[in-house]
Nanobody, 114 residues
Framework: QVQLVESGGGLVQPGGSLRLSCAASGSIGSLNMAWYRQAAGKQREWVAT???????NYADSVKGRFTISRDNAKNTGYLQMNSLKPEDTAVYYC?????????WGQGTQVTVSS
């Protein structure tokens, strides 16, 4: 069982930046990592994925503004979020996954507001 802890959320003005972290209790090198978000009253939606070999993919709504990355030596993944918009407000979750297991963090709140 791998525990995931997200951090780095908070309140930011439109146009600002945040970097979310996802720290794992075990090795992440053989697993893929993704970020999801869930706005109030809406379904959880996929944001970005980074595979175990470092290939990345993004939802159209964040492409060009968000960057997903990972540091296997630190067992940590990141989501750099730039040019934030009010519609990016949500609870952000990281997921670590392979062919058999899915692990989710508890989420971190991101609020974009002036």
């Amino acid at each position: 069982q791998v525990q995931l802890v997200e951090s780095g959320g908070g309140l930011v003005q439109p146009g600002g930046s945040l970097r979310l972290s996802c720290a794992a209790s075990g090795s992440i090198g053989s697993l893929n990592m993704a970020w999801y978000r869930q706005a109030a009253g809406k379904q959880r939606e996929w944001v970005a994925t980074i595979t175990l070999i470092g290939a990345t993919n993004y939802a159209d709504s964040v492409k060009g503004r968000f960057t997903i990355s990972r540091d296997n030596a630190k067992n940590t993944g990141y989501l750099q979020m730039n040019s934030l918009k009010p519609e990016d407000t949500a609870v952000y979750y990281c997921k670590l996954f392979g062919t058999i297991y899915d692990y989710w963090g508890q989420g971190t709140q991101v609020t974009v507001s002036s």
